[in-house]
């Protein structure tokens, strides 16, 4: 009988008798999935030590580390008129620090909350709104995120990020490079609803102001009426929804929240326009 030599069909050295590039596949999910799990585990504690940080605390670490952040704000302050406003919207939280508030001499439909007790309106957005109560609602949105101390939390994720990365692939590896979009996925998905928060703290600000919510949806109404041909405003305005949820989702939940709180609708206040100058 001739010889034929052939591969034994079964080999105890080798467990694993599926192609390479399977293998490589599997092995770069798992690793990605148990980096996903690390991550927010320690998210998880990360969140829970913000909570346990008072505003005043806060304050201090901003304030320890405001040479770090390298924010160029214009040299003028904000019209009289203006900060009334903040200070009434401010009167109407439980934020133990100031809050600076300055105008952006820019186009873009934005505003702005920054670590530190920092807020930027840039002038596009105040030429956007029509009404006081509009405005307000921006405001008192940018001041959910100081109550909710979603700063601490986004340099907590952020150092996370960064050293799960470090530590799993090294720092320049081309794995570190496949993992970083699935936590970024992760810290969209927090954005989200940091943001809706927001907005429901706004609802409640504006109500204890001005006694109803009449004004509160007005920005998203003007960003979803805008004209389909209106590509360069549309475009000034995508940076701030970049991460935020969709405009008609978030106009819904406006409503939906307000029902269920009982909130009721008033009459605006025309924006002055010594606010806007």
């Known amino acids: 009988m001739k010889y034929t030599p052939s591969l034994p069909e079964k080999n105890d050295n080798i467990s694993d008798h599926r192609h390479p590039l399977v293998q490589l596949f599997i092995l770069l999910v798992s690793l990605g999935g148990i980096f996903l799990l690390v991550f927010w585990l320690l998210v998880f504690f990360v969140d829970m030590a913000v909570k346990s940080i008072s505003m005043e605390n806060e304050a201090k670490i901003y304030t320890q580390i405001g040479e770090l952040w390298d924010y160029e704000f214009p040299a003028d302050p904000i019209k009289p008129e203006l900060k009334t406003l903040v200070d ?10 100031p809050i600076t508030t ?31 109560n ?15 101390q979603d700063h601490l939390r986004g340099m907590g994720r952020g150092a996370v990020l960064m ?19 699935t936590s970024q996925f992760a810290q969209a998905q927090h954005s989200q609803k940091a943001e ?4 429901q703290t706004a609802l409640k600000i504006l109500n204890c102001h001005y006694g109803h919510i009449g004004g509160a949806t007005e920005f998203f109404d003007w960003v979803k009426n805008m004209p389909k041909g209106s590509l360069q405003k549309l475009e000034k305005v995508s940076h701030y929804f970049s991460s935020h949820p969709q405009v008609e989702k978030r106009i819904n939940a406006l409503h939906h929240f307000s029902n ?8 605006v206040r025309r924006l002055a326009k010594e606010t806007q100058d």
């Open 260 to 267: 269920t709180h009982n909130f009721i609708m008033g009459e």
């Open 163 to 181: 050293a799960l990365s470090i530590a799993f692939t090294g720092a320049d590896s081309n794995i570190s490079k496949f993992l970083t979009p």
């Open 134 to 148: 509009g405005l307000a609602f921006v405001i008192a949105h940018e001041l959910g995120h100081f109550i909710h």
């Open 88 to 97: 009434q919207l401010i009167a109407c939280t439980d934020i133990p620090y």
């Open 196 to 199: 809706s928060l927001a907005d």
């Open 102 to 132: 300055r105008i952006i001499d820019d186009d873009d439909v934005n505003a702005l909350a920054l670590p530190g007790g920092n807020i930027l309106l840039f002038a596009g957005l105040l030429d956007s709104v029509r009404s006081e």
